[in-house]
């Protein structure tokens, strides 16, 4: 077993040679190249590389924020609707919770924006904070909750409006390494209870092939996608997976793909 994946007749995330040019001063920066990857509707996937290679811009195309200009990229599958205002959440680095704003609240704001019935929103915001165990903290603000707290805050709100596809960009990049395993597991958690299509950006290997039921590598700029790989270790994961050596095999993979020896 290696996820809540959703069989199905073509990929959610299909794409195929997408690229991506910034254009300055009559200068152009080549962000993304090439990058060739299908996504399963429920499945996890890992997008890792170094600091700068695109990891982000690519997020920012699947998301619609960004038009790609070469290659092709589908969403949904055929004769989809996919919406992205509707049909993606998103999950950055910081929580960017607002400050003046209670818990509960601040997991409301996607709902108030897109102007659901506030009523079945209010329920399912309760639903997912209990989910994220943060039952209990409704009322509290945002400076009450500690670094990881407030991120389990950030993907209940990212989950309120019930989109298709959960983007992630480094959310625990700024936790401290103790705090950042126990969001690794708590996110795996959720996963597999929300049943959501979520791509995970981060420049740790390890933490992508632990999280990630798929590994896609970028390389450093001008980013090129480097290969992508499945990863077959056991639902549900635990940490002393990362002694095993399929586990130290992944990731000599992608040291060696990244030139790291």
Known sequence: MTGPTTAAAEPFIRLDGVSK???ARRQEFLAVSDATFDVNEGELVSLVGPSGCGKTTLLKIIAGLFPHDGGTLAIGGAGSDFDPARDVGMVFQQPLLLKWRRVL??????AEILGLPMGEARERANGLLDMVGLAGHEQKYPY???GGMQQRAAIARSLIHDPRLILMDEPFGALDALTR???NLELLRIWKQSRKTILFVTHGIAEAVFLGTKVVVLTAGPARMADRIDIDLPQPRTLDMKTHEQFGSYTRRIYHLLGVE
């Not at 609240?105 to 996607?110: H, S, W």
């Open 144 to 146: 009450e909750l500690s």
């Open 181 to 183: 395993e126990r969001m």
């Open 21 to 23: 040019v910034f254009r």
């Open 105 to 110: 609240e601040n997991v409301l704001l996607p």
